[in-house]
Structure formats: structure tokens, C-alpha cells
């Protein structure tokens, strides 16, 4: 669903321009995020390894007769605010918080409209491959993407019109969630300075802060753990869409689920013992919730959830075992050997 809210821009001339993205839809697989006024983002509930395979695309229009109207609308409403079609184009960028990542998938200038195809795909094809951007390499977090019609050429400035490279014109907001990212770590790079302020070895590559957040207790109204990683590790990561980039994010995904069973066991043993009380349902909104979701698989049952969190008090090496078939960091290492080996 899209979080977009109507913003009025300080233009004038160019209303026929501001809501032309407002029929685009976001597939995610055969999940649908409709564009503007719907309020609602998409939350799926995958394995890592189903996420990072599912297509990405953005539909502009729901048929060719409505895409055809489109067309025409944004070059009409172009020369009616006395704007060149070769000044502006359509971009799309894709975000994820969770890696900071931002990354343009898709543009085309709009003299290209012709061209345009109603449906455009956000994965790349490289070498008969699909390549997907670093936005989109996160399954435990998700991403955002944003689609603009935006000024591509500048222009003479005057009163109440767009003149600046880059000021947009019309943008439609989609967001796909994981039930993983329903409440989780916020990643902090991990430099120098953060070192020495948490007494860390200098070589330390990954730190877990739980503060005072109960991974029993909703994650909602909880400061959230922070996870720190090593900054120039972030920086190649963010660089790189690589076999080894994409092994190392999801071993960072099982690490963060890896740093939840090791808090939940210390609060187990710490706690006056209600901890071992607790279904399911009583946790499901919690950092544990969403772990259990995780090793249990999507569609699991009530029943075989309160199995799993059973596991996680009296046979965690269990859920660790269930959690790294989940997320598959193996396929990805051995991956990693079959690019070397080509």
C-alpha cells in the first residue's frame, strides 16, 4: 500500500502533471501496492530466499486504454505549462532505511513516451541474470520505492514555475514490509569513534545494544536495539551487487535473529519465570514474535508457533538450526564458490 499524501507544490501551470502517477501500482511477485490514496503498505510474510527472487515491476496504467490516456495527459499538461517533454522525466528510485541504500531502478525522459512501456521491470537484466539493486537485497527489513516525473533540464527561472534540475513534479510512494521488519534493529555504522565509546576490541566488526528493550514485550513504544556494523563493511556492501555482498546481507539477517535468541535466553534466566509462560499469540507483536514467524516458516500455524517458542526456551540450538534453513546463507556461500569456479 502507499503511504502518499497529496503535497501542494509552490507551482502554477502544472496541475495536470501532479496526480498522473496516482494509477501506478508496485507488483512485488503477485503481491499488488496500489499507488496514491490507498494508505496501505504491503506486508508479506516470505522466506529470505522467495523475496530475493520475486519480480519487482511498475505498472503506470491498468490496461492499454487508460495507459494510452496517461500518455497524452503528460504531454498535454507538459506543453500547457510550457515545459519541453525533454525536460522532464520519469524516474524511480528504490530506498532501503534498513541498509541505507538508495538506488535508481528506472528513468526515461517523457519525449521517449512513445516508448514507454505499461509495465516496466525494476530488475535488471545483466548477462542473461536478473540483478537487483542493494535496495532490494534486505529481506529482513523490505523497501520503499518512489516514483517521480521530475525536472531533467534546467530552466529560466521564473515566478511560481520549476527551474531547478531534480524539482519533482508529480511522485507516487509504495512500500513492501517483511513480517521480519515489523519491529527491529536500527543499524548504526560501526567507526572508530563508536568503538572506543563501547569499549570495543579495534577489529570488531558487529556489536548488538539491546539498552532496556524486552524482546518479549511489543516493539512498538521501545527504543530499538541498535546493530552496529563495521562502517567500511557498509560502504562495500552499499557498492557492490555482488554473489558475496548478497551472502554476507543475509548473514547479517541470521546474526540479528542470532542476537534475539541470545537476549531471550538472558531474559528467560533472569526474569521471575514469566517468560515460560507465554504463547505465541502473547508475543507476537515482539522481537520473539517475529523470530518465531521466522523459523516456523509463512503459513505455520498458531499451534506450530507455540511449538517453535517452546524450542527457543528449552532447545534454542533448534531454532538456530530452523532459522539458518529459513534464510539460506548456505546456498548464497556456495554461490560465492560458483562465481569463482566460472
Not at 519541453?84 to 513516451?113: G, Q, R, T
Not at 529482513?140 to 531547478?164: E, W
Request: hydrophobic letters at 40%; one cysteine or more; a negative charge.
Amino acid at each position: 500500500m502507499s503511504t502518499e499524501t497529496r503535497t501542494v507544490r509552490p507551482f502554477v501551470g502544472v496541475e495536470g502533471l501532479e496526480d498522473a502517477l496516482e494509477g501506478s501500482v508496485l507488483h512485488f511477485g503477485l503481491d499488488r501496492c496500489p499507488g496514491a490514496g490507498d494508505n496501505r503498505d504491503i506486508l508479506v510474510d516470505l522466506l529470505p530466499e522467495e523475496f530475493l527472487r520475486r519480480s519487482i515491476s511498475l505498472e503506470w496504467a491498468p490496461d492499454d486504454e487508460a495507459f494510452s490516456v496517461l500518455k497524452k495527459q503528460m504531454a498535454k499538461s507538459a506543453e500547457e505549462a510550457g515545459i519541453k517533454l525533454a525536460a522532464l522525466s520519469l524516474w524511480v528510485i528504490a530506498e532501503n532505511a534498513y541498509m541505507k541504500h538508495s538506488d535508481p531502478v528506472f528513468k526515461c525522459s517523457l519525449d521517449k513516451l512513445k516508448t514507454l512501456e505499461r509495465k516496466v521491470d525494476l530488475v535488471d537484466l545483466i548477462d542473461g541474470n536478473k540483478a537487483r539493486a542493494p535496495a532490494f537485497l534486505c529481506p529482513s527489513s523490505g523497501f520503499r520505492v518512489t516514483a517521480y516525473i521530475l525536472l531533467s533540464q534546467p530552466r529560466k527561472r521564473t515566478p511560481l514555475s520549476p527551474h531547478l534540475i531534480g524539482t519533482w513534479l508529480a511522485k507516487s510512494k509504495f512500500g513492501v514490509h517483511t513480517s521480519a521488519s515489523q519491529g527491529g534493529f536500527s543499524m548504526t555504522p560501526l567507526t572508530k569513534e563508536e568503538r572506543e565509546k563501547l569499549g570495543l576490541p579495534k577489529q570488531t566488526m558487529r556489536f548488538f545494544e539491546f539498552g532496556d528493550h524486552n524482546v518479549f514485550e511489543p516493539h512498538s513504544g521501545q527504543n530499538p536495539p541498535l546493530f552496529y556494523v563495521d562502517d567500511s563493511l557498509l560502504s562495500q556492501l552499499q557498492a557492490h551487487k555482488t554473489p558475496p555482498s548478497e551472502a554476507i546481507q543475509l548473514q547479517l539477517a541470521l546474526d540479528m535473529q542470532l542476537a534475539i535468541i541470545r537476549q531471550a535466553l538472558v531474559e528467560i534466566n533472569s526474569g521471575d519465570g514469566g517468560e515460560r509462560d507465554r504463547n505465541y499469540d502473547d508475543v507476537k507483536t515482539s522481537l520473539v514474535g517475529g523470530l518465531i514467524r521466522a523459523a516456523a516458516g509463512p503459513g505455520a500455524t498458531g499451534k506450530a508457533r507455540d511449538i517453535w517458542l517452546e524450542h527457543l526456551r528449552d532447545q534454542p540450538e533448534k531454532v538456530i538450526a530452523g532459522l539458518e534453513d529459513r534464510i539460506n546463507v548456505r546456498k548464497s556461500i556456495l554461490g560465492m564458490f560458483a562465481e569463482d569456479a566460472s
